[in-house]
């Protein structure tokens, strides 16, 4: 089984031996955290190529974070390196000292005396010492000591409560920033944000030195967890640390757990990423096995919902570094193999009155023909990366977040698409497979699903039958690979796609294997192709087929029964209906007058761009059709990357208007039958198309998130026909 959430490995002496790294990669770290506390910027420099090499390898993706130090609240040094201190005795915090004693420490920040008064109560070393303060004079604090013990160079202070004045980013961290921008970082942690508006500084910072990292916002002060802050955090921020460290000497220990699972949820709730830290598994530093009280740690983050479990002592200076990976990686897997059950109790299911499916396609891999016409190593992939914007606002190029520019001929990949799509109410996919008078081509991936049984995921076949053109390079008329038919093909094509259908992950309606055909006026004859179809279906054994033709084309809006099939399914963007409903962005004689004159760009004219709120609206409302229609929506298009001119592009997509689009679809939805109770996503994953539920850098999950809350928000009050 795919473990789902990451493994955040700390980096330090004990971890950053090639050998060593090495295996802790193998045993399942997903992220490094470049700790920027310590070390040179030269020391990250090099752990962070080191890590790549490795992750390149090993064939795994590794990110990296960086995580800034923030302000050093901090005492100074001692003439011995430590100092003993006993309940009931004055001591002293001197912002003007160097070198301190038993009776008294230095201070590295100076505006204590300003921040504290007398009451506050002070905590030392994540609050193993516990100062009261008496009074302030001047630059000292003169304190008496509630809990003792010994004190050495460099501690940490919180105030219990809170109330630091400290700034969250410092000189240091705007210097760390910019190396963090040229390691390419995948993740930068900012210590100590107290309010919305450290985090949107710390990513002008960001963008300023060229990083293009996900900004997490470390959540360690008292003032941070107030709700409202709480909120204004997450919004300047892509995701949160959970730093239960400094955050229970604030606020009190007892008060983290529920603090935990708030955040997680609200994170949750406002599409961010949550990563749960501190001592997860500390007693791994020493011991090459976890506690039970830490075991259950890690499992209650992991059902809370978190999205990665960090480790830091124990993997940057612990004795067991492999081990504690291969610990939480085994906790995490078997916590998440009980955690569906987990939701059925304590979060609203998600209705199966509606299979959700999802356009899938499988263009991730490099196969000989695409090599001889494209290039060396072509795949989809090629298309996505060389895209750039065309005109103000226009969101290119698409960049893939936590999957990354993945192969599918990975089943660990195939694996984690497949569970993020469950996750998020997807009941399946719809693998596109291209049959070319018995030639398949991009057929790797789902052949070694079909052979493996995995992922344990259900899914159907849509036959894309097209001819493959260069019309990517303007050339529509180049012909690369040529559809025909022939009545013998279809016994031959109805034969091979049997195997599939024998499948139990298979997608029926009823006991009727569900087969779309992509463009049903293209071939010849579809009533006779279709009626050889059933046939021969009936002679290997099935009772009959549920055929669906997909309104791809102008030509494919008609009745599907007067082609022999038993469904349309409507495709979206749909393209073919918009001269009649929309019109394109910026066109008309005015606009060609101000893109001569340079005052709006050429794009418009060039390609079709389109409104996706406008298109959205129109397309919830239009009327139903006279015959049986499986839905689409759409959460985006954009084919730019692909055409130098005329591409379509829906402009304006965002979560909250694809939501918007889906809950109204669902919710005039009626099933036609048992088992008739489809509506269908475009797409997965068609990044050369710009239409993707697979995290992206600049939205994450919010897609699916969006996906997930539609299900609920509609499907939890509809009475549903089945």
Same mark, same amino acid.
């Given at each position: ?61 590794? &990110? ?6 923030? #302000?050093?609240? @901090? ?20 912002? $003007? ?10 201070? /590295? ?49 919180? @105030? ?5 004045? &400290? ?103 406002? !599409? %961010? ?34 999205d990665a479990v960090m480790l830091s002592a124990e993997t940057a200076s612990g004795r067991y570094p492999v081990e504690v990976i291969e610990a939480m990686d085994r906790v995490c897997r078997e916590v998440e193999q009980m955690r ?31 090599? @001889? ?42 694996? $984690? ?19 070319? !008078?018995? %030639? ?6 789902? /052949? =070694? ?8 995921? #259900? ?35 109805? $034969? ?54 997909? =309104? ?26 918009? #001269? ?50 499986? #839905? ?5 298009? /954009? !084919? ?27 919710? @005039? ?15 997965? !994953? ?9 995290? /992206? ?10 996906? $997930? ?14």
């Amino acid at each position: 089984m795919l473990r789902s959430t990451k493994i955040v490995a700390t980096l330090g002496p004990a971890s950053s031996e090639p050998a060593i790294l090495e295996r802790m990669i193998r045993a399942g770290v997903d992220v490094v955290r470049l700790n920027f506390s310590h070390g040179t910027a030269q020391d990250h420099e090099k752990r962070a190529a080191l890590v790549k090499e490795l992750a390149s390898k090993v064939g795994r993706t590794v &990110a990296i974070l960086c995580d800034l130090q923030g #302000p050093k609240i @901090r005492v100074g040094k001692f003439k011995d390196g430590m100092v003993t201190l006993e309940k009931g005795q004055s001591f002293v915090l001197d912002a $003007r000292l160097e070198i301190g004693d038993g009776s008294r420490s230095g201070l /590295d920040y100076k505006e204590l005396p300003r921040d504290v008064g007398p009451g506050a109560v002070l905590l030392l070393d994540d609050g193993k010492i516990v100062l009261d303060v008496k009074q302030v004079r001047g630059e000292e604090v003169h304190t008496v000591v509630r809990h003792g013990g010994v004190l050495s160079n460099n501690k940490g202070i919180n @105030r219990q409560g809170g109330g630091l004045t &400290a700034p969250a980013l410092t000189s240091k961290d705007m210097e760390d920033i910019r190396t963090a921008a040229k390691i390419q970082a995948d993740y930068l942690a900012v210590s100590f944000p107290k309010t919305g508006a450290d985090m949107y500084m710390a990513r002008e910072l960001a963008r300023a030195a060229g990083a293009k990292a996900f900004l997490i916002a470390k959540i360690e002060r008292a003032e941070a967890v107030a709700e409202g802050a709480l909120l204004d955090i997450m919004r300047g921020s892509d995701g949160i640390m959970v730093a239960r460290g400094d955050l229970a000497v604030e606020v009190g220990d007892a008060a983290v757990p529920a603090l935990q699972k708030k955040m997680i949820r609200l994170a949750r709730e406002q !599409n %961010k990423l949550t990563i749960t830290a501190t001592q997860m598994m500390e007693s791994m530093i020493s011991s090459p096995v976890p506690t039970r009280a830490e075991v259950s740690d890690v499992a209650n983050a992991v059902l809370d919902g978190t999205d990665a479990v960090m480790l830091s002592a124990e993997t940057a200076s612990g004795r067991y570094p492999v081990e504690v990976i291969e610990a939480m990686d085994r906790v995490c897997r078997e916590v998440e193999q009980m955690r569906t059950m987990h939701r059925q109790v304590d979060t609203p299911a998600i209705s199966s009155d509606v299979r959700v499916i999802a356009f899938y396609l499988p263009q991730y891999h490099p196969i000989p023909e695409n090599d @001889r016409w494209w290039g060396a190593g072509f795949t989809e992939w090629t298309n996505v990366r060389k895209a750039l914007p065309n005109f103000v606002g226009h969101e290119q190029p698409h960049e893939p977040a936590e999957l990354g520019y993945y192969d599918l001929r990975s089943a660990e990949v195939r694996a $984690r698409q497949a569970d993020l799509a469950r996750q998020f109410g997807i009941h399946g996919f719809c693998y596109y497979t291209y049959w070319f !008078n018995g %030639k398949r081509l991009l057929s790797r991936p789902f /052949d =070694e699903t079909l052979a493996s049984g995995q992922p344990d995921f #259900p899914f159907c076949l849509c036959w894309a039958n097209e001819n493959w053109t260069r019309i990517w390079d303007g050339l529509d008329k180049d012909i690369l690979m040529e559809q025909s038919y022939s009545e013998e093909d279809d016994r031959q094509h109805i $034969r091979w796609l049997a195997n599939a259908f024998r499948d139990k992950r298979y997608i029926k309606v009823g006991d009727r294997p569900l087969f779309l055909v992509y463009r049903a006026r293209s071939i010849p004859d579809p009533v006779k192709t279709t009626s050889i179809w059933r046939d021969e279906a009936r002679k290997l054994g099935f009772r009959e087929l549920y055929l669906c033709r997909v =309104e791809s084309f102008a030509e494919e809006h008609e009745c599907p029964a007067c082609l022999g099939f038993d469904a349309s399914v409507e495709f979206q963007p749909d393209w073919s209906s918009f #001269p009649t409903l929309t019109m394109p962005l910026r066109r008309g004689r005015m606009w060609q007058y101000l893109t001569r004159w340079g005052l709006s760009s050429e794009a418009y004219q060039q390609n079709d761009i389109y409104s996706y709120k406008r298109v959205a609206e129109l397309m919830r409302r239009r009327d139903l059709p006279p015959y049986k229609r499986f #839905p689409c929506v759409t959460p985006g298009w /954009d !084919n730019s990357s692909r055409r130098k001119r005329g591409a379509i592009i829906l402009k304006g997509s965002t979560p909250k208007l694809y939501r918007r689009w889906l809950e109204a679809t669902l919710a @005039r939805f009626e099933p036609y039958g048992p088992g008739e109770n489809l509506m269908f996503i475009n797409a997965w !994953n068609e990044w050369g198309e710009g239409s993707h539920l697979e995290p /992206d850098k600049r939205w994450g999950r919010a897609y699916l998130e969006a996906t $997930r809350s539609a299900l609920r928000n509609v499907m939890g009050h509809k009475p549903w026909r089945t």
